[in-house]
Protein backbone atom coordinates (compact mmCIF):
# COMPACT_ATOMS: atom_id res chain seq x y z
CA UNK A 1 0.00 0.00 0.00
CA UNK A 2 0.65 3.74 -0.33
CA UNK A 3 3.11 5.19 2.55
CA UNK A 4 3.44 8.67 3.28
CA UNK A 5 5.38 11.18 5.18
CA UNK A 6 4.82 14.92 6.06
CA UNK A 7 7.47 16.99 7.09
CA UNK A 8 7.59 20.49 8.36
CA UNK A 9 10.63 22.96 7.34
CA UNK A 10 11.04 25.88 9.57
CA UNK A 11 13.13 28.76 9.76
CA UNK A 12 14.01 30.26 12.79
CA UNK A 13 12.99 33.97 12.00
CA UNK A 14 10.58 33.93 8.86
CA UNK A 15 9.19 30.88 6.94
CA UNK A 16 7.77 28.22 7.95
CA UNK A 17 7.29 25.00 5.15
CA UNK A 18 5.33 21.70 5.55
CA UNK A 19 6.25 18.94 3.03
CA UNK A 20 4.75 15.61 2.34
CA UNK A 21 6.17 12.71 0.78
CA UNK A 22 4.16 9.74 -0.85
CA UNK A 23 6.28 6.62 0.08
CA UNK A 24 9.33 7.46 -2.64
CA UNK A 25 11.79 9.33 -0.42
CA UNK A 26 11.26 12.41 -2.72
CA UNK A 27 10.80 14.81 0.46
CA UNK A 28 13.73 13.17 2.60
CA UNK A 29 15.82 13.94 -0.25
CA UNK A 30 14.67 17.35 -1.02
CA UNK A 31 14.69 18.54 2.71
CA UNK A 32 18.44 16.82 2.83
CA UNK A 33 19.15 19.65 0.14
CA UNK A 34 17.29 22.25 1.37
CA UNK A 35 18.73 22.01 4.92
CA UNK A 36 22.35 22.09 3.31
CA UNK A 37 21.34 25.75 1.60
CA UNK A 38 19.22 27.15 4.07
CA UNK A 39 19.40 27.28 8.44
CA UNK A 40 15.71 25.04 9.24
CA UNK A 41 14.41 22.98 11.74
CA UNK A 42 12.89 20.20 10.74
CA UNK A 43 9.70 18.26 11.41
CA UNK A 44 7.63 15.34 10.30
CA UNK A 45 4.63 12.95 10.31
CA UNK A 46 5.58 9.78 8.88
CA UNK A 47 2.92 7.25 7.29
CA UNK A 48 5.13 4.31 6.67
CA UNK A 49 5.11 0.19 7.41
CA UNK A 50 6.29 -0.89 10.36
CA UNK A 51 9.66 -2.22 9.27
CA UNK A 52 10.50 0.79 7.36
CA UNK A 53 9.57 3.04 10.40
CA UNK A 54 12.75 1.88 11.94
CA UNK A 55 14.85 4.02 9.58
CA UNK A 56 13.00 7.20 10.50
CA UNK A 57 13.73 6.68 13.69
CA UNK A 58 17.41 6.29 13.35
CA UNK A 59 18.00 7.63 10.03
CA UNK A 60 20.75 10.94 10.02
CA UNK A 61 20.40 12.10 6.48
CA UNK A 62 18.17 15.26 7.94
CA UNK A 63 17.27 16.97 11.15
CA UNK A 64 14.05 16.40 12.57
CA UNK A 65 13.21 18.24 15.82
CA UNK A 66 10.15 15.80 16.20
CA UNK A 67 8.33 12.92 14.55
CA UNK A 68 5.04 11.84 14.37
CA UNK A 69 3.80 8.55 12.79
CA UNK A 70 0.67 8.55 11.58
CA UNK A 71 -0.51 5.38 12.14
CA UNK A 72 0.10 5.98 16.10
CA UNK A 73 -2.44 8.56 15.53
CA UNK A 74 -5.09 6.94 13.54
CA UNK A 75 -7.58 4.38 15.32
CA UNK A 76 -10.68 2.13 13.79
CA UNK A 77 -12.21 1.62 17.55
CA UNK A 78 -14.04 4.24 19.07
CA UNK A 79 -16.72 4.03 22.13
CA UNK A 80 -18.27 7.03 20.30
CA UNK A 81 -17.63 8.60 16.98
CA UNK A 82 -17.87 12.49 17.51
CA UNK A 83 -20.06 13.15 14.69
CA UNK A 84 -20.73 16.53 16.12
CA UNK A 85 -16.63 17.30 15.52
CA UNK A 86 -17.04 16.08 12.42
CA UNK A 87 -19.85 18.46 11.14
CA UNK A 88 -18.67 21.43 12.63
CA UNK A 89 -15.32 20.63 10.74
CA UNK A 90 -17.24 20.44 7.64
CA UNK A 91 -18.81 23.48 7.89
CA UNK A 92 -15.64 25.32 9.42
CA UNK A 93 -13.76 24.19 6.13
CA UNK A 94 -15.97 23.55 3.60
CA UNK A 95 -14.28 20.08 3.50
CA UNK A 96 -16.68 17.39 1.88
CA UNK A 97 -15.27 14.32 4.01
CA UNK A 98 -17.20 11.70 2.75
CA UNK A 99 -16.53 12.47 -0.39
CA UNK A 100 -12.64 11.91 0.17
CA UNK A 101 -14.21 8.81 1.94
CA UNK A 102 -16.22 7.45 -0.84
CA UNK A 103 -13.57 7.80 -3.00
CA UNK A 104 -10.46 6.16 -1.19
CA UNK A 105 -9.53 3.05 -2.66
CA UNK A 106 -8.54 1.38 0.61
CA UNK A 107 -12.20 1.55 1.33
CA UNK A 108 -13.65 0.67 -1.69
CA UNK A 109 -14.08 -3.03 -1.94
CA UNK A 110 -13.75 -3.26 -5.93
CA UNK A 111 -9.67 -2.13 -5.60
CA UNK A 112 -9.22 -4.11 -1.62
CA UNK A 113 -10.69 -7.17 -1.33
CA UNK A 114 -8.75 -8.26 1.39
CA UNK A 115 -10.95 -5.77 4.16
CA UNK A 116 -14.11 -4.49 4.29
CA UNK A 117 -14.80 -1.40 5.89
CA UNK A 118 -17.59 -0.43 7.93
CA UNK A 119 -19.22 3.18 7.79
CA UNK A 120 -17.91 3.59 11.82
CA UNK A 121 -14.41 2.71 11.00
CA UNK A 122 -14.27 5.18 8.24
CA UNK A 123 -15.34 7.56 10.65
CA UNK A 124 -13.47 6.90 13.52
CA UNK A 125 -10.27 7.07 10.65
CA UNK A 126 -11.33 10.73 9.41
CA UNK A 127 -12.00 12.16 12.95
CA UNK A 128 -8.48 11.01 14.48
CA UNK A 129 -7.12 12.37 10.74
CA UNK A 130 -9.30 15.97 11.24
CA UNK A 131 -7.58 16.44 14.79
CA UNK A 132 -4.18 15.64 13.69
CA UNK A 133 -3.77 17.40 11.29
CA UNK A 134 -5.81 20.94 12.37
CA UNK A 135 -3.78 20.29 15.92
CA UNK A 136 -0.62 20.59 13.56
CA UNK A 137 -1.85 23.55 11.83
CA UNK A 138 -3.02 25.00 14.39
CA UNK A 139 0.36 25.05 16.53
CA UNK A 140 2.54 25.88 13.67
CA UNK A 141 0.87 27.58 11.84
CA UNK A 142 3.06 27.23 8.07
CA UNK A 143 3.64 29.50 5.74
CA UNK A 144 4.24 26.83 2.76
CA UNK A 145 3.20 23.25 1.96
CA UNK A 146 5.68 21.52 -0.05
CA UNK A 147 4.14 18.14 -1.86
CA UNK A 148 3.65 15.94 -4.47
CA UNK A 149 0.66 14.66 -5.92
CA UNK A 150 -2.27 13.62 -3.22
CA UNK A 151 -2.33 10.03 -3.89
CA UNK A 152 -5.10 8.95 -0.82
CA UNK A 153 -7.38 10.64 1.03
CA UNK A 154 -5.40 11.52 4.44
CA UNK A 155 -3.12 13.48 1.66
CA UNK A 156 -5.34 15.10 0.08
CA UNK A 157 -7.31 16.02 2.91
CA UNK A 158 -4.35 17.81 4.53
CA UNK A 159 -3.77 19.65 1.12
CA UNK A 160 -7.02 20.90 1.24
CA UNK A 161 -7.01 22.18 5.07
CA UNK A 162 -3.96 24.36 3.74
CA UNK A 163 -5.72 25.70 1.22
CA UNK A 164 -8.26 26.75 3.63
CA UNK A 165 -6.15 27.87 6.32
CA UNK A 166 -4.20 30.21 3.28
CA UNK A 167 -0.95 28.19 3.69
CA UNK A 168 1.00 28.62 0.19
CA UNK A 169 0.75 25.04 -1.69
CA UNK A 170 3.76 24.01 -3.64
CA UNK A 171 2.61 20.83 -5.66
CA UNK A 172 5.79 19.14 -7.81
CA UNK A 173 3.35 17.56 -10.59
CA UNK A 174 4.46 15.76 -13.80
CA UNK A 175 4.66 18.80 -16.59
CA UNK A 176 1.87 17.47 -19.36
CA UNK A 177 5.28 16.71 -21.70
CA UNK A 178 7.44 14.26 -21.01
CA UNK A 179 10.74 14.35 -18.87
CA UNK A 180 9.71 17.42 -17.20
CA UNK A 181 8.09 18.93 -14.14
CA UNK A 182 6.46 22.02 -12.70
CA UNK A 183 6.15 23.36 -9.20
CA UNK A 184 2.46 25.05 -8.82
CA UNK A 185 0.07 25.52 -6.23
CA UNK A 186 -2.66 23.64 -7.51
CA UNK A 187 -2.14 20.68 -9.28
CA UNK A 188 -1.14 20.64 -13.03
CA UNK A 189 -2.59 24.76 -13.06
CA UNK A 190 -0.06 27.32 -13.73
CA UNK A 191 -0.35 29.62 -10.95
CA UNK A 192 -1.73 33.67 -11.64
CA UNK A 193 -2.87 32.55 -15.34
CA UNK A 194 -6.57 32.87 -15.58
CA UNK A 195 -6.41 33.39 -19.22
CA UNK A 196 -3.75 33.07 -22.40
CA UNK A 197 -3.25 35.13 -25.42
CA UNK A 198 -2.39 33.99 -29.24
CA UNK A 199 1.34 34.72 -30.12
CA UNK A 200 1.71 37.09 -33.21
CA UNK A 201 3.98 34.95 -34.65
CA UNK A 202 3.37 31.31 -33.69
CA UNK A 203 4.80 27.85 -35.10
CA UNK A 204 2.67 25.80 -37.45
CA UNK A 205 0.78 22.72 -36.41
CA UNK A 206 3.39 20.20 -38.22
CA UNK A 207 6.08 21.85 -36.01
CA UNK A 208 3.84 21.88 -32.52
CA UNK A 209 3.71 18.22 -33.74
CA UNK A 210 7.28 18.31 -33.94
CA UNK A 211 7.44 19.25 -30.25
CA UNK A 212 5.13 16.91 -28.62
CA UNK A 213 7.10 13.84 -30.44
CA UNK A 214 10.03 15.10 -28.83
CA UNK A 215 8.44 15.63 -25.55
CA UNK A 216 6.38 12.43 -25.57
CA UNK A 217 5.06 12.08 -22.10
CA UNK A 218 3.43 8.70 -23.17
CA UNK A 219 6.74 7.64 -24.15
CA UNK A 220 7.86 8.26 -20.68
CA UNK A 221 5.09 6.28 -19.38
CA UNK A 222 5.62 3.23 -21.53
CA UNK A 223 8.94 2.84 -20.50
CA UNK A 224 8.28 3.35 -16.63
CA UNK A 225 5.67 0.36 -17.45
CA UNK A 226 8.28 -1.68 -18.95
CA UNK A 227 10.41 -1.55 -15.56
CA UNK A 228 7.78 -2.01 -13.20
CA UNK A 229 7.01 -5.13 -11.77
CA UNK A 230 8.93 -6.69 -14.34
CA UNK A 231 11.44 -8.34 -12.32
CA UNK A 232 10.58 -11.67 -12.01
CA UNK A 233 13.87 -12.54 -9.71
CA UNK A 234 12.84 -9.74 -7.56
CA UNK A 235 9.21 -10.69 -7.44
CA UNK A 236 10.95 -13.83 -5.83
CA UNK A 237 13.34 -12.11 -3.14
CA UNK A 238 9.86 -10.07 -1.96
CA UNK A 239 8.19 -13.01 -1.54
CA UNK A 240 11.01 -14.46 0.55
CA UNK A 241 10.82 -11.69 2.60
CA UNK A 242 7.18 -11.07 3.12
CA UNK A 243 6.69 -15.18 3.84
CA UNK A 244 9.92 -15.96 5.29
CA UNK A 245 11.61 -13.21 7.26
CA UNK A 246 8.83 -10.47 8.05
CA UNK A 247 6.40 -10.93 11.24
CA UNK A 248 4.11 -8.91 9.01
CA UNK A 249 2.66 -6.77 12.17
CA UNK A 250 1.50 -4.61 9.86
CA UNK A 251 -1.98 -5.87 9.51
CA UNK A 252 -2.58 -5.18 13.52
CA UNK A 253 -1.25 -1.80 13.58
CA UNK A 254 -2.20 0.05 9.92
CA UNK A 255 -6.13 0.38 8.47
CA UNK A 256 -4.32 0.10 5.17
CA UNK A 257 -3.21 -3.28 5.89
CA UNK A 258 -6.31 -5.44 7.39
CA UNK A 259 -6.48 -8.09 6.13
CA UNK A 260 -3.58 -8.95 4.72
CA UNK A 261 -2.50 -12.32 6.46
CA UNK A 262 0.74 -13.94 4.94
CA UNK A 263 -1.83 -17.06 3.59
CA UNK A 264 -3.75 -14.46 2.20
CA UNK A 265 -1.44 -12.49 0.61
CA UNK A 266 0.06 -15.76 -1.39
CA UNK A 267 -3.36 -17.00 -2.83
CA UNK A 268 -4.62 -13.74 -3.77
CA UNK A 269 -1.01 -13.19 -5.40
CA UNK A 270 -1.10 -16.17 -7.02
CA UNK A 271 -4.93 -15.81 -8.10
CA UNK A 272 -4.20 -12.53 -9.34
CA UNK A 273 -1.43 -13.85 -11.99
CA UNK A 274 -3.72 -16.18 -13.12
CA UNK A 275 -6.35 -13.91 -13.46
CA UNK A 276 -4.29 -10.96 -15.59
CA UNK A 277 -2.90 -14.01 -17.75
CA UNK A 278 -6.80 -14.85 -18.44
CA UNK A 279 -7.98 -11.08 -19.19
CA UNK A 280 -4.73 -10.08 -21.24
CA UNK A 281 -5.75 -13.07 -23.46
CA UNK A 282 -9.17 -11.99 -23.91
CA UNK A 283 -8.13 -8.09 -24.20
CA UNK A 284 -5.73 -9.77 -27.20
CA UNK A 285 -8.39 -11.71 -28.53
CA UNK A 286 -11.49 -9.63 -28.17
CA UNK A 287 -10.85 -5.59 -28.27
CA UNK A 288 -10.29 -4.36 -31.74
CA UNK A 289 -6.93 -3.47 -33.79
CA UNK A 290 -7.61 -1.59 -36.76
CA UNK A 291 -8.93 1.96 -36.85
CA UNK A 292 -12.37 2.40 -38.81
CA UNK A 293 -13.14 4.49 -41.70
CA UNK A 294 -16.49 5.92 -40.86
CA UNK A 295 -16.44 9.10 -38.57
CA UNK A 296 -16.01 8.53 -34.92
CA UNK A 297 -14.98 10.86 -31.46
CA UNK A 298 -12.21 8.93 -29.49
CA UNK A 299 -12.47 8.46 -25.69
CA UNK A 300 -9.26 6.71 -24.11
CA UNK A 301 -9.80 4.87 -20.60
CA UNK A 302 -8.33 5.96 -17.34
CA UNK A 303 -6.22 3.63 -16.02
CA UNK A 304 -7.93 2.27 -12.40
CA UNK A 305 -8.01 3.02 -9.69
CA UNK A 306 -5.82 6.40 -10.37
CA UNK A 307 -5.62 9.77 -8.89
CA UNK A 308 -6.77 11.20 -11.91
CA UNK A 309 -10.64 10.07 -11.57
CA UNK A 310 -10.60 9.44 -7.29
CA UNK A 311 -9.58 12.61 -6.41
CA UNK A 312 -9.27 14.53 -9.71
CA UNK A 313 -12.30 14.15 -10.90
CA UNK A 314 -14.74 12.52 -7.98
CA UNK A 315 -18.08 12.23 -9.39
CA UNK A 316 -16.90 10.97 -12.86
CA UNK A 317 -15.33 7.60 -11.16
CA UNK A 318 -17.63 5.12 -12.94
CA UNK A 319 -16.56 5.21 -16.50
CA UNK A 320 -18.80 2.77 -17.60
CA UNK A 321 -21.51 5.36 -16.63
CA UNK A 322 -19.70 8.16 -18.29
CA UNK A 323 -19.54 6.20 -21.13
CA UNK A 324 -22.97 5.65 -21.29
CA UNK A 325 -23.71 9.22 -21.00
CA UNK A 326 -20.92 10.04 -23.91
CA UNK A 327 -23.24 7.66 -26.58
CA UNK A 328 -26.37 9.51 -25.19
CA UNK A 329 -25.17 12.59 -26.59
CA UNK A 330 -23.25 11.46 -30.40
CA UNK A 331 -25.18 12.62 -33.15
CA UNK A 332 -26.33 10.77 -35.51
CA UNK A 333 -23.17 9.32 -37.67
CA UNK A 334 -20.31 9.46 -35.16
CA UNK A 335 -19.44 6.01 -33.74
CA UNK A 336 -17.55 5.87 -29.88
CA UNK A 337 -14.06 4.82 -29.76
CA UNK A 338 -13.53 3.31 -26.46
CA UNK A 339 -9.24 2.55 -25.93
CA UNK A 340 -7.81 0.48 -23.34
CA UNK A 341 -5.42 2.46 -21.40
CA UNK A 342 -1.95 0.81 -22.33
CA UNK A 343 -0.85 0.52 -18.29
CA UNK A 344 -3.89 -1.26 -17.08
CA UNK A 345 -1.60 -4.21 -17.70
CA UNK A 346 0.00 -2.87 -14.34
CA UNK A 347 -3.44 -3.35 -12.18
CA UNK A 348 -4.14 -6.87 -14.19
CA UNK A 349 -6.77 -5.42 -16.64
CA UNK A 350 -10.30 -5.02 -15.64
CA UNK A 351 -12.61 -7.68 -15.57
CA UNK A 352 -14.24 -9.41 -18.28
CA UNK A 353 -17.21 -8.90 -17.68
CA UNK A 354 -16.02 -4.96 -17.71
CA UNK A 355 -14.84 -5.84 -21.65
CA UNK A 356 -18.21 -7.24 -22.36
CA UNK A 357 -20.32 -4.77 -21.58
CA UNK A 358 -18.39 -2.39 -23.33
CA UNK A 359 -18.39 -4.37 -26.16
CA UNK A 360 -22.22 -4.85 -26.11
CA UNK A 361 -23.16 -1.68 -26.01
CA UNK A 362 -24.38 -0.29 -29.63
CA UNK A 363 -22.34 2.02 -31.51
CA UNK A 364 -19.35 1.66 -29.52
CA UNK A 365 -15.72 0.20 -30.69
CA UNK A 366 -13.52 -1.15 -27.98
CA UNK A 367 -9.71 -0.43 -29.57
CA UNK A 368 -6.52 -2.37 -28.00
CA UNK A 369 -4.39 -0.78 -26.08
CA UNK A 370 -1.19 -1.03 -28.43
CA UNK A 371 -3.26 0.97 -31.17
CA UNK A 372 -1.36 4.29 -31.76
CA UNK A 373 -2.85 7.09 -29.93
CA UNK A 374 -1.97 9.46 -32.16
CA UNK A 375 -3.23 8.15 -35.22
CA UNK A 376 -6.58 7.73 -33.24
CA UNK A 377 -6.41 11.36 -32.41
CA UNK A 378 -5.48 12.47 -35.80
CA UNK A 379 -8.64 10.41 -37.85
CA UNK A 380 -11.47 11.64 -34.73
CA UNK A 381 -13.42 14.21 -35.09
CA UNK A 382 -13.42 14.72 -31.27
CA UNK A 383 -11.62 13.80 -28.66
CA UNK A 384 -13.64 12.75 -24.84
CA UNK A 385 -11.64 12.61 -22.09
CA UNK A 386 -12.44 12.74 -17.89
CA UNK A 387 -9.15 14.32 -16.91
CA UNK A 388 -6.42 12.98 -19.33
CA UNK A 389 -3.53 14.32 -21.94
CA UNK A 390 -5.65 13.17 -24.26
CA UNK A 391 -7.51 16.21 -24.93
CA UNK A 392 -4.57 18.43 -25.23
CA UNK A 393 -2.64 16.21 -27.36
CA UNK A 394 -5.77 16.46 -29.84
CA UNK A 395 -4.78 20.15 -30.28
CA UNK A 396 -1.75 19.33 -31.58
CA UNK A 397 -3.49 17.95 -34.52
CA UNK A 398 -5.82 19.98 -34.88
CA UNK A 399 -8.74 18.61 -32.84
CA UNK A 400 -10.66 20.21 -30.05
CA UNK A 401 -11.23 18.46 -27.14
CA UNK A 402 -13.86 17.88 -24.36
CA UNK A 403 -13.31 17.30 -20.56
CA UNK A 404 -14.48 16.65 -17.50
CA UNK A 405 -12.24 17.94 -14.93
CA UNK A 406 -10.66 21.35 -14.22
CA UNK A 407 -7.13 21.23 -15.93
CA UNK A 408 -4.44 23.82 -17.04
CA UNK A 409 -5.06 23.23 -20.66
CA UNK A 410 -9.01 23.96 -20.67
CA UNK A 411 -7.31 27.75 -21.31
CA UNK A 412 -7.03 26.85 -24.98
CA UNK A 413 -10.32 28.15 -26.91
CA UNK A 414 -10.61 24.69 -28.38
CA UNK A 415 -10.80 22.47 -25.18
CA UNK A 416 -14.45 22.63 -23.52
CA UNK A 417 -14.90 21.69 -19.86
CA UNK A 418 -18.68 20.10 -19.07
CA UNK A 419 -20.39 21.58 -16.12
CA UNK A 420 -23.47 19.53 -16.09
CA UNK A 421 -23.96 16.20 -17.79
CA UNK A 422 -27.46 17.83 -19.60
CA UNK A 423 -24.97 20.16 -21.31
CA UNK A 424 -23.00 16.69 -23.07
CA UNK A 425 -25.42 17.01 -26.52
CA UNK A 426 -25.53 20.54 -27.02
CA UNK A 427 -20.96 20.90 -26.05
CA UNK A 428 -20.43 18.33 -28.47
CA UNK A 429 -22.39 19.84 -31.19
CA UNK A 430 -20.56 23.14 -30.56
CA UNK A 431 -17.08 21.42 -30.25
CA UNK A 432 -17.51 19.53 -33.50
CA UNK A 433 -17.82 22.89 -35.07
CA UNK A 434 -14.74 24.28 -33.49
CA UNK A 435 -11.24 24.83 -35.10
CA UNK A 436 -8.00 25.08 -33.25
CA UNK A 437 -5.80 27.52 -33.36
CA UNK A 438 -2.04 27.37 -33.14
CA UNK A 439 -1.54 30.37 -31.86
CA UNK A 440 -3.18 29.69 -28.87
CA UNK A 441 -1.56 26.32 -28.35
CA UNK A 442 2.18 27.99 -28.84
CA UNK A 443 1.45 30.30 -26.40
CA UNK A 444 0.76 27.76 -23.90
CA UNK A 445 3.50 25.76 -24.39
CA UNK A 446 5.49 28.81 -24.04
CA UNK A 447 4.10 29.19 -20.50
CA UNK A 448 4.84 25.62 -19.69
CA UNK A 449 8.06 25.97 -20.53
CA UNK A 450 8.77 29.16 -18.46
CA UNK A 451 7.59 27.29 -15.94
CA UNK A 452 8.95 23.87 -15.60
CA UNK A 453 12.31 22.02 -15.19
CA UNK A 454 14.08 18.88 -16.47
CA UNK A 455 13.28 16.22 -13.85
CA UNK A 456 12.23 12.63 -14.98
CA UNK A 457 9.80 11.71 -12.24
CA UNK A 458 9.59 8.12 -13.43
CA UNK A 459 12.70 7.39 -13.51
CA UNK A 460 13.40 8.60 -10.32
CA UNK A 461 10.17 6.50 -9.10
CA UNK A 462 12.31 3.29 -10.78
CA UNK A 463 15.17 4.26 -9.10
CA UNK A 464 13.93 3.91 -5.61
CA UNK A 465 11.51 0.67 -6.32
CA UNK A 466 14.47 -0.74 -7.42
CA UNK A 467 17.15 0.08 -4.77
CA UNK A 468 13.97 0.24 -1.81
CA UNK A 469 11.38 -1.79 -2.65
CA UNK A 470 12.13 -5.37 -5.19
CA UNK A 471 11.47 -3.65 -8.52
CA UNK A 472 7.94 -2.22 -6.77
CA UNK A 473 6.95 -5.95 -5.34
CA UNK A 474 6.92 -4.91 -1.66
CA UNK A 475 7.58 -1.66 0.07
CA UNK A 476 7.63 -3.28 3.72
CA UNK A 477 11.39 -3.51 4.07
CA UNK A 478 14.24 -2.92 6.18
CA UNK A 479 16.44 0.42 5.12
CA UNK A 480 19.69 0.55 6.15
CA UNK A 481 22.27 3.65 6.74
CA UNK A 482 24.42 2.49 3.69
CA UNK A 483 21.57 1.92 1.41
CA UNK A 484 20.15 5.08 1.97
CA UNK A 485 23.49 7.03 1.61
CA UNK A 486 24.14 5.56 -1.63
CA UNK A 487 20.95 6.82 -3.03
CA UNK A 488 21.32 9.82 -1.91
CA UNK A 489 24.57 10.71 -3.22
CA UNK A 490 23.48 9.06 -6.57
CA UNK A 491 20.54 11.82 -6.42
CA UNK A 492 22.42 14.71 -5.23
CA UNK A 493 22.94 16.44 -8.60
CA UNK A 494 19.45 16.41 -9.24
CA UNK A 495 17.98 17.23 -6.27
CA UNK A 496 20.66 20.42 -6.02
CA UNK A 497 19.03 21.33 -8.86
CA UNK A 498 15.56 20.57 -7.67
CA UNK A 499 16.17 22.54 -4.09
CA UNK A 500 17.12 25.75 -5.75
CA UNK A 501 13.44 25.44 -7.90
CA UNK A 502 11.88 25.78 -4.47
CA UNK A 503 13.53 28.43 -3.23
CA UNK A 504 12.91 30.34 -6.79
CA UNK A 505 8.80 28.94 -5.83
CA UNK A 506 9.20 30.47 -2.72
CA UNK A 507 10.51 33.63 -3.23
CA UNK A 508 7.97 33.85 -6.49
CA UNK A 509 5.03 33.61 -4.00
CA UNK A 510 6.63 35.87 -0.92
CA UNK A 511 6.81 38.76 -3.50
CA UNK A 512 3.47 37.91 -4.89
CA UNK A 513 1.65 38.53 -1.68
CA UNK A 514 3.84 41.43 -1.08
Known sequence: MCRSYVILVMTNMKDRIIIWDSSDFFTLLLANSLQEKCDVDIYAIIDTTDRTKKFF???????????????????????????????????????????????????????????????????????????????????????????GETALHHHHLFYLLCRVKGVKVMILNQSKFGYKC????????????????????????????????????????????????????????????????????????HFSYYGRSKI?????????????????????????????????????????????????????????ETICHILKSLPVGYKLLVKEHPTQSIRGWRSISYY???????????????????????????????????????????????IFSDLGYSLLPSVHKIKSLEDLSHTINVALNDKVDPAYLDSYIDLLERNSFDFDLFDFVTAYQNRFYYGGHLIDVDISTKQMQAFINEQKPAFDRISQEYLKKINQLKSSTN
Open 57 to 147: ENQKFVEFKNVWFYHDHISTRKNKIDIDYLNQFEKQYGINLWLLAQNERIFIKQYNDYYKFSTEQILAILEDECKLFERILNDVRPDFFIT
Open 264 to 320: KVLIKEIAYSIKTKYREKFVNKNLKKEIPTSQFIYFPLHQEPERTTLLGSPYFTNQL
Open 182 to 253: MISQELHKLDNVSSITPNSTHRSLEELQQYLKNHSMLKQILSYKESFLSSKREKIKAAIQLLLISNNTNPKT
Open 356 to 402: ERLINLPNLELIHPSVSNEELIKKSSLVITIAGTAGLEATFYGKPSI
